[in-house]
């Protein structure tokens, strides 16, 4: 009866001092925690990862509120963060078709982060490309208000606007007057 409890310690001082957190073991680590426990059992271990990692905590608790369908916990967790669109992508697409306008929200800001600190439009393009991905998987309508979000805040980014514009020459509706050359 006690091995069970040891497996969950073992691997909870994995999660902590590991560099990151395998799905498996993460997996097994729910398997042997009894679902009434599961919630406080997990608080409890984010926050010993936050205290005690001495790696990119974030990382890790981002696969563990994932895993436990706990998406507006992530957002919030995630609003704290600089700058982590692979992440913030990386979850977006994972939690699909699930998504709420936090989310969307915190994808839009580290979307525009990201594209700012790219700064030049060969790093900016292949950024955006990958958010596209995510994009097309949203309702039309929906990536159309974030994709015009997007180009409101780096208009006077000429070509970059214009390479987002291509792919989406709806997203301004009526609005578009022209392309900005």
């Known amino acids: 009866k006690r091995k069970p409890e040891i497996e ?21 680590f729910l398997e042997l925690v009894p679902f009434k426990k599961r919630s406080a059992r997990l608080n409890e271990l984010i926050d010993q990862i ?12 981002s696969v ?8 507006n916990d992530l957002v919030k967790e995630l609003k704290k963060q600089k700058n982590k669109f692979n992440l913030v992508n990386k979850i977006a697409v994972q939690s699909l078709p699930e998504y709420n306008a936090d989310l969307l929200d915190l994808y839009l800001q580290h979307l525009v982060s990201a594209l700012f600190e790219a700064k030049y439009t060969n790093y900016q393009q292949p950024l955006f490309l990958l958010a596209k991905k995510y994009l097309d998987k949203l309702p039309h309508k929906t990536a159309n208000e974030l994709v015009e979000r997007v180009l409101k805040q780096i208009e006077f980014v000429k070509p970059l606007y214009n390479f987002i514009l291509g792919y989406y020459p709806h997203a301004l509706g009526n609005k578009v007057k022209n392309k900005i050359i």
């Open 8 to 28: 969950l310690q073992y691997l909870e001082r994995n999660f902590i001092d590991g560099l990151h957190i395998a799905p498996k073991e993460f997996e097994r």
């Open 50 to 61: 936050k205290s005690q990692s001495k790696t990119e905590e974030i990382d890790k608790i």
């Open 64 to 71: 563990i509120l994932l895993k436990a369908g706990r998406l």
